[in-house]
């Protein structure tokens, strides 16, 4: 896995299906396994802050048959976010023989990290994987996490995403199923929007839909995940996270963050109350409830110490590459974002009424 939330859900479903240490079954993010290999195979210690040179060592270890361990199979989730190279390390360590596996899941259009670029998927941009694996593709039709209400608002996002992108020329819809997040049958669920708020009414608003949501509806708070894209901004001085808990506070209402340095403040699998997380570390999880807010800087171009926000797909397409692509990982997010959502989603934005994002969000209103 990526982040360490996700490790930790696979772990519990691991102990619930009945799995031991005996099983040989190792669950992981891939910067822990890189940094666990070379510490016990190579007796090198590295704290992740020199991950990339413990990636060197295992590479040139694996390369010079330094290391003898592999895997009868390896299963990557969310690998639109891994680096090819990533892939190519984990392809060295498995077995050789028919009989092994190499699975990856992931959606291309939750690549937050643009790891894919025009016309090839981040998988299809590794050296070691044989050619002949990268036409192995399946196509999830059936969806399995959102109601119907969700997986159409989604699908709707989707579509009006990638044929903007493929106007501004940034990706070709030809070269990939990538337009549909499958199919849900299951009715009863929920999408609200609540748009144009004013960023100096942040907390009051939220504050009134956590309430309403907790006192009104008789929500769990633990059913709830508070998702943001950054916990804060300090460009635009814009606080999300910190107005969140003081709001939560002044309530009483118990939460816990799992959007820390390592993967998660608090456990995902256990505590209780409201979950704050940030986008990033709800990758691959999903909530009965979601509160999607912060997303101010979102409408904004951001590079080093300048920015711009988007007043136009017009405007975007006479922009320079770099620029396109930080643009549509702010859409990914979104997206992304609204797709941890099992029953239940709400949207309090605080974008500009006149910006292409803000169209993103409404569509199908």
Same mark, same amino acid.
């Given at each position: 896995?990526?982040?360490?939330?996700?490790?930790?859900?696979?772990?519990?479903?691991?102990?619930?299906?009945?799995?031991?240490?005996?099983?040989?079954?190792?669950?992981?993010?891939?910067?822990?396994?890189?940094?666990?290999?070379?510490?016990?195979?190579?007796?090198?210690?590295?704290?992740?802050?020199?991950?990339?040179?413990?990636?060197?060592?295992?590479?040139?270890?694996?390369?010079?048959?330094?290391?003898?361990?592999?895997?009868?199979?390896?299963?990557?989730?969310?690998?639109?976010?891994?680096?090819?190279?990533?892939?190519?390390?984990?392809?060295?360590?498995?077995?050789?023989?028919?009989?092994?596996?190499?699975?990856? *899941?992931?959606?291309?259009?939750?690549?937050?990290?643009?790891?894919?670029?025009?016309?090839?998927?981040?998988?299809?941009?590794?050296?070691?994987?044989?050619?002949?694996?990268?036409?192995?593709?399946?196509?999830?039709?059936?969806?399995?996490?959102?109601?119907?209400?969700?997986?159409?608002?989604?699908?709707?996002?989707?579509?009006?995403?990638?044929?903007?992108?493929?106007?501004?020329?940034?990706?070709?819809?030809?070269?990939?199923?990538?337009?549909?997040?499958?199919?849900?049958?299951?009715?009863?669920?929920?999408?609200?929007?609540?748009?144009?708020?004013?960023?100096?009414?942040?907390?009051?608003?939220?504050?009134?839909?956590?309430?309403?949501?907790?006192?009104?509806?008789?929500?769990?708070?633990?059913?709830?995940?508070?998702?943001?894209?950054?916990?804060?901004?300090?460009?635009?001085?814009?606080?999300?996270?910190?107005?969140?808990?003081?709001?939560?506070?002044?309530?009483?209402?118990?939460?816990?963050?799992?959007?820390?340095?390592?993967?998660?403040?608090?456990?995902?699998?256990?505590?209780?109350?409201?979950?704050?997380?940030?986008?990033?570390?709800?990758?691959?999880?999903?909530?009965?409830?979601?509160?999607?807010?912060?997303?101010?800087?979102?409408?904004?171009?951001?590079?080093?110490?300048?920015?711009?926000?988007?007043?136009?797909?017009?405007?975007?397409?006479?922009?320079?590459?770099?620029?396109?692509?930080?643009?549509?990982?702010?859409?990914?997010?979104?997206?992304?974002?609204?797709?941890? *959502?099992?029953?239940?989603?709400?949207?309090?934005?605080?974008?500009?009424?006149?910006?292409?994002?803000?169209?993103?969000?409404?569509?199908?209103?």
């Amino acid at each position: 896995c990526f982040n360490n939330n996700l490790s930790q859900s696979y772990r519990f479903r691991s102990a619930c299906s009945g799995f031991t240490d005996s099983d040989n079954l190792y669950i992981s993010t891939f910067h822990k396994v890189v940094l666990d290999i070379v510490r016990d195979v190579l007796k090198k210690r590295y704290t992740i802050n020199d991950f990339d040179k413990a990636l060197d060592d295992l590479e040139n270890a694996i390369d010079n048959k330094k290391i003898q361990l592999r895997f009868k199979a390896i299963f990557i989730d969310e690998v639109q976010i891994f680096q090819p190279r990533w892939l190519d390390i984990c392809y060295k360590l498995l077995q050789e023989g028919d009989n092994s596996i190499f699975l990856m *899941a992931g959606d291309i259009n939750q690549d937050l990290k643009n790891m894919s670029r025009k016309g090839k998927a981040v998988w299809q941009l590794t050296k070691e994987i044989p050619s002949n694996f990268r036409g192995r593709v399946r196509y999830i039709s059936k969806n399995y996490r959102n109601k119907k209400e969700i997986c159409d608002y989604i699908n709707n996002q989707l579509k009006y995403m990638n044929e903007k992108i493929s106007e501004v020329g940034m990706i070709s819809l030809k070269d990939f199923e990538i337009g549909t997040s499958g199919e849900s049958n299951s009715i009863g669920g929920k999408v609200e929007r609540d748009l144009n708020n004013k960023r100096v009414d942040f907390k009051k608003n939220f504050k009134a839909k956590i309430l309403e949501l907790i006192q009104d509806k008789k929500v769990d708070p633990s059913e709830i995940a508070v998702i943001i894209p950054y916990k804060q901004h300090l460009r635009f001085k814009y606080y999300p996270l910190s107005w969140i808990k003081s709001a939560l506070d002044e309530e009483g209402i118990q939460y816990r963050i799992i959007c820390g340095d390592n993967g998660g403040a608090s456990n995902y699998i256990n505590g209780e109350g409201v979950i704050i997380t940030t986008i990033d570390s709800a990758l691959g999880l999903d909530f009965n409830t979601v509160i999607l807010t912060g997303l101010y800087p979102l409408q904004y171009v951001i590079k080093d110490k300048s920015f711009y926000k988007v007043k136009s797909w017009t405007e975007l397409k006479e922009k320079e590459e770099s620029d396109k692509e930080i643009y549509l990982s702010n859409l990914r997010k979104i997206y992304t974002a609204c797709s941890r *959502a099992r029953e239940n989603l709400y949207i309090l934005s605080d974008l500009d009424s006149n910006t292409p994002i803000n169209d993103f969000i409404k569509m199908g209103m």
